[in-house]
């Protein structure tokens, strides 16, 4: 009788156990998910802007790449490489990026071989757009099959076309990491994808 009491008290406290260590489980992944929820939060504020003696107050969206070179994680030099990158893909949508830069189809024709300057339209392509298309073109296929949702994810985010960008540490549990290594890999993932931007920023003479 005595055994069979220990038994039945030996197995009760291997259920408490075993609950106990499922009920820390559930609290570190609400845990983990609540934190990963936050810094998924676009992180705005206002800056002034200062252009020919005029002030402006606007809006700054911190992206993920401006984060890592807040927390020193990340070298400035590879974000302004990435910020003349940036400016190149916008180019590609027709916008305005710098002083004097036309935002619409104005001052440019058609491209139609054989039958001289066509009429002016809204529908004609600019060199600037062209451009830009080519270079993003030209630097997708540098970056290998590997660090292509990476590269996607911070291109599409600095140009402000990414609502929800996956935070560090979603980026390195993709690759198999977990808890404290994941953000730490996803940091080296967007290293390594600023790096190529910054040697093809280079070789193009930007």
Known sequence: ??????????????????????????????????????????QVRDVVIETAGSRHTGRRVDTTCSKMVAAGTLPKYLMVALDGFTLLVADSFGVA?????????????????????????????????????????????????????????????????????????????EIGRKHKQASAAGGTLVYCVLALIHQFMKERGY
């Open 97 to 173: 990026t710098l002083d004097g830069d036309d935002a619409t189809s104005n001052l440019t024709g058609g491209y139609e071989p054989g039958i001289g300057r066509l009429p002016r339209g809204p529908r004609t392509v600019s060199d600037r757009q062209l451009r830009g298309l080519g270079v993003l073109k030209a630097m997708q296929q540098r970056v290998p099959a590997e660090l292509q949702a990476v590269f996607r994810q911070i291109v599409t985010e600095e140009v402000g076309a990414m609502a929800n960008p996956k935070s560090l540490a979603e980026l390195g549990e």
């Open 1 to 42: 009788m005595p055994n069979d009491i220990e038994a039945v008290m030996d197995c009760a406290d291997r259920i408490e156990r075993r609950v106990s260590r499922k009920a820390a489980e559930i609290n570190r992944v609400a845990v983990a998910k609540a934190q990963m929820a936050k810094s998924r939060k676009k």
